[in-house]
């Protein structure tokens, strides 16, 4: 079994998917077989695996870091939230069941099991695994039953790093609150701590590091800066999802409530010549943008009904009445078409609800997830195109006949009669630089070239050096148990 190192966070969204992912890049740097593991994640920003299951999105960055395919192993347990109170519960990639929080909360210690099973296959072989905990060991509430953090340190004895963000302020208290709050057991499974996102001179923190250090009896793994580069990372979490200002093409995206597989945002937001803005509920749709993209949403009716309510349905004609184009990919997809069928009560309530109208397409809800990994031809053009389908749902229409798309053979997609409305299911197709390119100057600014996978690959090589300068990586690895 390979060695193993957990990345706790003193609160959410500390940056422990980056940590992960630069960590591992330093070790498959160093020659090390290297693997990530999240035993519990919460996203509707899912990815799908090359053993047809889903995880969530980061850690799918992390097995790029690692130089492997994303596998179902490396997240076990994918909580995907359909409403306030409830979520679609994944185990090993595979739809287990859905659940309000309450009821999960009494059920996931019977999880535990399958995540110990994928924990021992993903070090198998390897040198190193790299746990990703989720949340906060703090919230002492949610201890019995645990598999995310200390319940899953202990449960397979994993040495703990904790993490503090500065950023947010109050760093020292994060820290030491922990170590306050946690039962003797888990806290002595933490041996180090690290703080993240420091802005300044590190030095004018040293005596903190100190008083943590006095108080906790912790190691000091280091102070890690800021790292600039972040946002050319795909986002794992919606909140990072931020507008961009870049280039002269300018593209509208309307943040929705329940919005999922927003990864094909990113290759649009790292291209120079292009400005991607994220509108907030109570914005309207900008007037100047060139094009507008409706993205994945867990809910769709839910989603489309929020649409509405913001009036940017409204926008959204206007915009199509100027000349404007529209891409929908998968939920968006699905809402602009005629109508949404779901009788089977699929995403809640038995409904049938009207579309936005601008394809002429229907949608039929249905039991069945379609999970792919796809290569696909951009009919225009020829241009290959690589992505995955994660979706319920069967689209059919007029429309259809205008697929823009060829997918295992077949046409996919739908396009409005003047070709200004688009929609499709498969995420993940702006990563082909051709494609992005030739999609761009249909809506009449072409684009300098940008190799998108390099620039990935650049970035978690540079925030792997970031890491090896400010933290000590050596001790780390002689914690990992």
């Known amino acids: 079994m390979a060695r193993a190192i957990m990345i706790q966070g003193a609160g959410s969204n500390v940056g422990k998917s980056m940590l992960v992912a630069g960590i591992a890049r330093a070790c498959i740097r160093r020659g ?240 120079p010549d292009v400005s991607v803005e994220i509108i907030e509920a109570g914005r309207p749709l900008p007037g100047d943008a060139d094009l507008v993209i409706i993205p994945g949403s867990k809910s769709t009716i839910a989603d489309l009904a929020h649409f509405r309510m913001q009036g940017w349905d409204i926008d959204l004609y206007a915009h199509v009445r100027r000349g404007g184009h529209v891409l929908g990919v998968c939920g968006g997809y699905q809402m602009l078409g005629a109508e949404i069928v779901d009788d089977d009560g699929i995403e809640g309530p038995p409904s049938r609800v009207n579309g936005l109208g601008l394809l002429d397409v229907r949608t039929v809800m249905v039991p069945q997830k379609r999970l792919a990994l796809s290569d696909a031809t951009y009919l225009p053009t020829g241009d290959a195109v690589s992505g995955y389908e994660i979706h319920i749902g069967e689209t059919d229409g007029p429309d259809c006949t205008r697929a823009w798309l060829s997918l295992d053979g077949r046409g996919e997609g739908a396009a409005s009669p003047d070709g200004r409305v688009m929609g499709c299911y498969l995420h993940g197709l702006f990563a082909a630089d051709a494609f992005r390119a030739a999609f761009l100057a249909k809506i009449g600014k072409p684009v300098t070239n940008h190799d998108y996978s390099k620039s990935v690959e650049n970035t978690l090589d540079a925030l792997a050096a970031h890491l090896e300068t400010h933290m000590d990586i050596d001790a780390l690895l002689k914690i990992a148990g």
């Open 32 to 271: 090390m077989s290297v693997a990530p593991f999240k035993p519990q994640n919460m996203s509707n920003n899912a990815a799908v695996t090359a053993d047809g299951g889903e995880i969530g999105r980061a850690q799918a960055l992390q097995a790029l870091a690692c130089g492997l395919e994303p596998l179902v192993d490396m997240n076990p347990v994918l909580l995907k939230p359909e409403s306030e109170i409830g979520a679609q519960v994944i185990v090993q990639g595979k739809r287990f069941a859905t659940m309000k929080a309450r009821d999960y909360g009494k059920q996931k210690a019977k999880l535990m099991p399958p995540v110990l099973d994928s924990f021992r296959r993903i070090g198998e072989g390897r040198d190193l695994v790299i746990v990703e905990g989720a949340g906060s060991p703090a919230e002492v509430n949610l201890r019995a039953g645990d598999i995310a953090n200390m319940g899953f340190a202990s449960a397979a004895n994993v040495p703990v790093v904790l993490i503090g963000d500065i950023d947010r302020g109050g760093v020292i208290a994060q820290l030491v609150g922990t170590h306050a709050v946690l039962p003797p057991e888990d806290e002595a499974l933490i041996k180090a701590f690290a703080i993240n996102k420091f802005r300044g001179d590190p030095t004018l923190f040293s005596a903190g590091m100190d008083i943590i250090a006095e108080r906790t009896a912790w190691a000091p793994l280091g102070i890690v800066p800021w790292f600039a580069d972040a946002w050319k990372l795909p986002a794992e979490d919606v909140m990072d999802i931020t507008s961009r200002r870049g280039g002269a093409i300018k593209i509208a995206v309307p943040r929705l409530n329940r919005i999922a597989n927003f990864d094909d945002l990113d290759p649009l937001t790292a291209t």
